[in-house]
């Protein structure tokens, strides 16, 4: 594993982290609030945010530990040949799912990053934030395994990877 990669890593479980412990905080403070009778106008919705960020890191954990959870019943009864086509080939669908998560999810950064949150002074263009970082490392995971695969086999360093069904 490269420093680079183990610094990726690193950062990531650190979002990871932090992401946790502000919905925990977000969650916690409107449910005393409300306990108390003073609902805090900012905590569902700052909760609901964090939580689509908490999933895009997740995605990027997953991705990077290929944990992702897949059924591999029909590319495992094929031949080796056959079986590194198809492993290839669904990584190349993983870029081209990545690629337009980029397309469309880039301008929605910008289209909503005039427009407020309702109980904050945020951009909602914070919410859209995540998705092209998590696109281009999805792409980047997808391209190192996809040339991984080619060079030593479908299942070569756990490429098949994820949980199995």
Request: proline share 5%; net charge positive; hydrophobic share 60%.
């Amino acid at each position: 594993m490269t420093l680079l990669s183990r610094l990726t890593d690193r950062a990531l479980r650190w979002m990871a982290v932090l992401l946790m412990v502000a919905l925990l905080v977000s969650v916690v403070a409107g449910v005393l609030a409300r306990a108390i009778g003073q609902p805090l106008a900012w905590t569902d919705e700052a909760a609901q945010n964090l939580l689509v960020w908490a999933g895009f890191v997740g995605l990027m954990i997953a991705a990077r530990r290929r944990s992702h959870i897949r059924i591999t019943m029909l590319v495992d009864l094929l031949p080796d040949r056959a079986g590194r086509i198809a492993e290839i080939a669904i990584r190349l669908a993983v870029i081209v799912f990545a690629i337009q998560l980029i397309r469309y999810g880039t301008p929605l950064i910008g289209r909503n990053w005039d427009i407020e949150w309702v109980s904050l002074p945020l951009p909602a263009g914070l919410l859209y934030l995540p998705i092209p970082f998590a696109a281009a490392l999805l792409i980047l995971q997808a391209l190192s395994e996809a040339v991984l695969i080619a060079r030593h086999g479908p299942r070569a360093g756990g490429a098949g990877g994820g949980m199995t069904l």
